[in-house]
Each structure stands twice: as structure tokens, then as C-alpha cells.
């Protein structure tokens, strides 16, 4: 199984609203990662866990939390989004082994989010 | 920390012609560099990387990748495209040290003429 698994695929919510973003993996992977992509943009890296464990904030607002319950989950938790905050949020994971030679990420097909 | 460029923003080719999309990044020690791409519709794919050893990396369905070090690039190549080409490319990079911060380049929309 080499996929990395994103629900919901769609989501519109409120600006008030509090939504959660999954993500799960069965590689054995230990990093995993939140990226964000606005349309024809590259992704923006958010957030890294390692090992369970943040080890990259890329200075993200405090509207997004994320969250790592086990090696194998990675959940994103929305509350107070901006209409700005639209885009694909992309979750990835990668074997996490520091040597960083045999790094490459796995994408998955991301979650749509509208907020209005 | 790292940053990575890529100058063409769409690139127009009829089947059969050759291709070479430019990257170019900024890191003051060793990086790990890597093409990715994205068909229409799909997710992430990685195309090819390069980490240490032969500058010549050769990944999936032909394409192969140049690391110059003198130049700060890792332009990608092809020789031959066809229309399934078509997609977005990303280059990105990795400082060796932060091997798990890939930070991605704009991107390159490759058109390709039937």
C-alpha cells in the first residue's frame, strides 16, 4: 500500500465554523507533512511531524492545528478560517529517516477547501 | 534556508520536441534536490531525485536531470515529449541538515501540441 489517504476530498465551511482534515498512511512512514496549495501555485509547506512529533512550523496561523495522534494519522484542525485560507491542502509522507537518502515524499490527492 | 527558482512559467512544445525546464536554487551546504510532477487531475508525483554520486539523474518516463554544482541547477530534460506530458512540473529542495523542510519551486506548465 503506497498511497497516503486524505478525507474529506471537498469541504465548504463557514468562517466560524470548526472542521478537521484527515490524513492516514500504512507505509511505516514517521514524517508526515501539511502542505498548502493555492490554484497554479507551488505548495507551501506548513507543518512537519517527525516521529509524532512537530518538528516544522512554518509560521502557520494558530487557526490551524495540527495533530498527530499516531505514526500512521495526521489531522488538521480548522477553526475561525479566513476566505483566504481556500486552497488544496496537500498531506505528504516520507520514511523520515534522517540520513535524507532515500527521501521522497508521498502525496496525497488533498482536500478542496472553500471557506465563505 | 533553502529557495529554489524556476524561470519558465509555461512552455509550449509540439510532440516529439525536445524539452529542458530550468531550476535553480539557493542553499549554502549539501542539498538533496527533486522533480515532481502533477498531471492534470492527480496528485504529486515524484519524477526523479538526486541526493549524491552521478550528476546525470535518470527517473520515470524518460526524463533525466542535470546537477550543476558551479550553477546552482538541476534542469530537467527530456528528448523526445509526447502529449501525455502535459502537467505542471515542480522543482524542490532539501537542505541536507533540514532533510524533512522540501520546499518547492513555482512551478512549469508544460503545454504539449498533438
Known amino acids: 500500500d503506497t498511497e497516503v489517504t486524505q478525507t474529506p476530498k471537498h469541504l465548504v465551511m463557514g468562517m466560524t465554523n470548526k472542521k478537521s482534515l484527515k490524513c492516514e498512511q500504512h507505509?511505516?512512514?514517521?514524517?508526515m507533512y501539511w502542505y498548502k496549495q493555492k490554484a497554479k501555485k507551488p505548495p507551501e509547506l506548513m507543518f512537519v511531524?517527525?516521529?509524532?512529533?512537530?518538528?516544522i512550523n512554518e509560521s502557520v496561523p494558530s487557526r490551524f492545528s495540527p495533530e498527530c495522534p499516531n505514526s500512521s494519522l495526521l489531522n488538521l484542525h480548522l477553526h475561525a478560517l479566513q476566505p483566504e485560507d481556500s486552497a488544496l491542502y496537500l498531506c505528504?509522507?516520507?520514511?523520515?529517516?534522517?540520513?535524507?537518502?532515500?527521501?521522497?515524499?508521498?502525496f496525497g490527492s488533498g482536500t478542496q477547501l472553500s471557506v465563505l | 534556508a533553502q529557495s529554489v527558482s524556476q524561470h519558465n512559467h509555461h512552455v509550449i512544445l509540439s510532440e516529439a520536441a525536445s524539452l529542458e525546464l530550468g531550476c535553480n536554487y539557493s542553499?549554502?551546504?549539501?542539498?538533496?534536490l527533486f522533480w515532481y510532477v502533477q498531471y492534470p487531475g492527480q496528485h504529486l508525483q515524484l519524477l526523479l531525485k538526486?541526493?549524491?554520486?552521478?550528476?546525470l539523474v535518470k527517473g520515470i518516463k524518460g526524463f533525466e536531470a542535470e546537477f550543476i554544482k558551479s550553477k546552482f541547477s538541476f534542469n530537467l530534460r527530456k528528448p523526445s515529449v509526447q502529449w501525455s506530458d502535459t502537467a505542471e512540473y515542480f522543482c524542490?529542495?532539501?537542505?541536507?541538515?533540514?532533510?524533512?523542510?522540501?520546499?518547492f519551486g513555482s512551478g512549469t506548465r508544460l503545454s504539449i501540441r498533438p
Open positions: 538526486y541526493f549524491s554520486g552521478d550528476p
Open positions: 505528504a509522507s516520507s520514511s523520515g529517516v534522517k540520513t535524507a537518502n532515500n527521501e521522497k515524499l508521498f
Open positions: 542553499y549554502g551546504g549539501t542539498v538533496n
Open positions: 507505509m511505516g512512514h514517521r514524517a
Open positions: 511531524y517527525s516521529y509524532e512529533k512537530l518538528s
Open positions: 524542490a529542495v532539501a537542505g541536507y541538515s533540514s532533510a524533512s523542510k522540501i520546499i
